[in-house]
């Protein structure tokens, strides 16, 4: 009887107790998002968004796909719907279909009205599973409790918003951490399995918004990362498989990647491309250092010298199409009517206190600091221009003021130019190191898009999260034991507690 107790307070340690912090975190977070649902009009949404993803649904329900033009848009010639990535509007219609058998009295109205929230929560439940396994329960559950309840992450991820941010969010989130897991995972069939699952959600996000490929670049930064901190080519038939898995269905499938024009010029460039240039820069180290000596004995030099190349290109591509930026990504933003557009605007110092408190602060410094903890003095320049980047984001109004906006722009470019050195004298792997990573350059790539653009804050609270998180459950410990190392501290007091409550009385 002893040894069964013992045995069910072991499980309830491992298993019971962790899933009932993360389930109550998410129903709290689910509660926090519903709360305005009792003040919208039955029908109503409180974006404008929603109404055309809510007329696609409709299309789609009953005519099982999108018509070929929207003929009460763009008058008199129509919208061509090829042209869009309408995906969510499926997920919407045919995510109907299949509650109502089940739930008759459910419209797609409701669906939809629910759907931002719901998408979010899972993607917190993911983010929170993956976390308990590389960082533990505590540190997940804090990470989870800051993403439910910092209103920068609220406002596109609530009840009635009902836009596909959260949507593409979800997806996002489920991408970068399959390929994260897979890369803590032995060689075999259930690493090929979930490196083909993280392709194929990458494959999803082609099909859900023209910009996903932002996200694709946190995954090719860490292919990068590891193909010029490494000396042998690795795993590449993983990463051929992966471009597989969307590479070639988002061409067939959709003409936006075949024959883009207008705003989605550049998508293809975006989603393809460069998973493409990676392939190929990897492939070709990997012939190289088969067939000369030389590349045998300087493999990093070799790598670098094809990442610069690779680096060449893609300059060479936004140099070579830069009169077309302005008319495509957002167009007629010089005219009145987008300038007054507030998700369009660049967000101020006000704004980022409003959104995110001392969060944004908190967790840039965390992820600076980080760097450090993982790379040591190597580290330490990426830990400078981390910091460097968070001035020039966060700061940017007080900075722009005090030393100029040219000025600031050119410590924000700075910035992101010299984050290469830590790769470069990388010796060996750490632990965890790539989560940390993947939480950087999400940081790096998103930060520089908000700095621009309010409406991109909202994909900034996973880094800021991350980095609170790590900031409070590591420089805490360090700090208690050398108090206690100097006997300010009774020798017995467990760090960890004390941690926790510095970050329960944080949030």
Known sequence: MKALLSRFWHLSKRVVFPSALICAILLLGFWIRIQGVAQIPEGQFTGADPYLYAKQAEQIAKLGTLPAKDMQRWLPIGRNNEQLLSLYAYVLAYTHKIVNRFFPKLTRYHIQLYAPTVFFMLGIA????????????AFAALVAML??????????????????????????????????????????????????????????????????????????????????STSAEQHLKEYILWVFMFVPWLLLISPVYRSGYGFTTHVAA??????????????????????????????????????????????????????????????????????????????????WIQRY??????????????SLQYWQWKGLALSVYLSLFFASTFFREPLSI????????????????????????????????????????????????ARSAARHSFYMGVPLAFGTASLLWSFPVYLIQWLKDKEYFYPHIKERTVTACIAISIL
């Open 270 to 351: 975006l989603m393809i491309l460069p998973s493409l240039i990676v392939l190929g820069i990897r492939g070709t180290r990997h012939i190289l250092i088969w067939r000369f000596l030389w590349c045998r004995t300087h493999p990093r030099l070799l790598s670098l010298a094809l990442v610069f190349i690779a680096i060449v290109i893609g300059i060479g591509y936004v140099v070579s199409q830069a009169h077309t930026f302005e008319l495509t990504a957002y167009p007629l933003q010089k005219g009145k009517l987008m300038q007054n557009v507030n998700e369009l605007i660049p967000p101020t110092l006000l704004l």
């Open 357 to 370: 408190g001392g969060i944004f602060v908190i967790g840039s410094v965390g992820l600076a600091l980080g």
């Open 126 to 137: 993911a983010i929170s599973l993956f976390l308990t396994r590389t960082h533990g329960i």
């Open 147 to 228: 993403l439910a309840t910092l209103p920068g992450s609220i406002s596109r991820s609530m009840a009635g918003f009902s836009d596909r941010d959260a949507w593409i969010w979800l997806l996002a989130v489920f991408a970068v951490i399959f390929y994260l897991w897979k890369e803590r995972m032995a060689p075999g069939s259930r690493r090929y399995l979930i490196t083909a699952v993280s392709g194929f959600t990458v494959f999803l996000g082609g099909l859900s918004w023209e910009a996903f490929g932002l996200f694709v670049a946190i995954i090719l930064c860490l292919e990068i990362w590891k193909f010029c």
């Open 402 to 449: 005090l030393i100029g906006g040219v000025w600031c722009d050119r410590i924000f470019a700075a910035s992101i130019v010299l984050i290469g050195i830590t790769c470069w004298q990388r010796e060996e792997k750490n632990k965890n190191e790539l989560v940390m990573l993947a939480a950087i350059i999400w940081f790096l790539l998103w930060g520089a898009l």
